[in-house]
């Protein structure tokens, strides 16, 4: 059997060596392998020498355990007081404040435009369109000479901006898009199309030089003008509710024939008229038409055999009136705390 004061010499050279080790310890992670080496309940030290008591005589193991629990007492009072001064360090440090409390993880949420650029397409899909996308950056051939816009004509004034090479500009509008699906696909073909739109407008408080758009494109043989609003009455009244009722007003736009000014029923004040609709009861949505017979010939479809209608719209202005947002100029805010609201 193994002699009780030789178990005693290993205590005691262990209490030595685990003190020393403690002092030692400059950080709390350093300190809590030390606490593992020493009283861990596997391989620590301290319960490897615990488990040698029943090597020895049974009258001498009362005081050997008694002497085991004193070291294990007392290193875990240093371990303790060590890890306090650790942690009361580290409060010092310039800096750093450990008594404020954690910070909540921000959750990110969609952008409102976002939000209604989704319901949109969610919309007209159910009725049938499928969403494409094109690229931002367009020749000026499909920016504006397929669509019946001559580069000398007046409507290109207001959208000839941002070129970045010699005719290459971003895009003034989505249509290009209806372009580049016609010359890919015969009909029929019913298409929405979102994304970002770059104009020469100020920053002001109802306009921004770049922001989303949809279009919409419907070509088959049959269409007319009275497809055309019923399914933006339909749209309407999806999105806006079952009371809403659209109205439509002449208007030019080169690429279609004839042209219309899409208003929508004021969803705050019930056509009754209000500061957000100007007191007119009604809220400019989009501009919609037939689609021009040169349009049709430009990318290769029979004008006589086939008819269309296009239509877009701007969805900032619609979650601006949803959300009761009054200046554009929010929308592109960085601050996280207004996103917040839409989680």
Known sequence: MKQASELLRDLEALEREARAAIADATTTDALEGIRIRLLGRKEGRLTAVLRRLGEIAVEERPAL???ANRVKSALTE???????ELGAGAARVPGVDLTLPGRDQWAGARHPVTLVIDEICRVFQS???TRV???EAETDWYNFISLNTPLDHPAADLHDTFYVSD??????HTS????RTMQAFQPPIRVVVPGLVYRRDPFDASHAPAFEQIEGLAVDQGVSFVDLK???AEFAR???????TVRFRPSFFPFTEPSAEVDVSCILCGGSGCSTCKGTGWLEIMGAGMVHPAVFENVGYDAERYTGFAFGMGPARVAMVRYGIADIRMLYEADVRFLEQFA
């Open 65 to 67: 355990g008694a002497a």
């Open 78 to 84: 240093l371990l303790g007081a060590r890890a306090a």
């Open 127 to 129: 009725l049938g369109f």
């Open 133 to 135: 996308r094109g690229p």
């Open 167 to 172: 005719g290459i500009l971003l895009r003034s």
């Open 176 to 179: 290009p898009v209806q372009i």
């Open 230 to 232: 019923a399914t933006l």
């Open 238 to 244: 999806r999105l806006f509710g079952r009371r809403a």
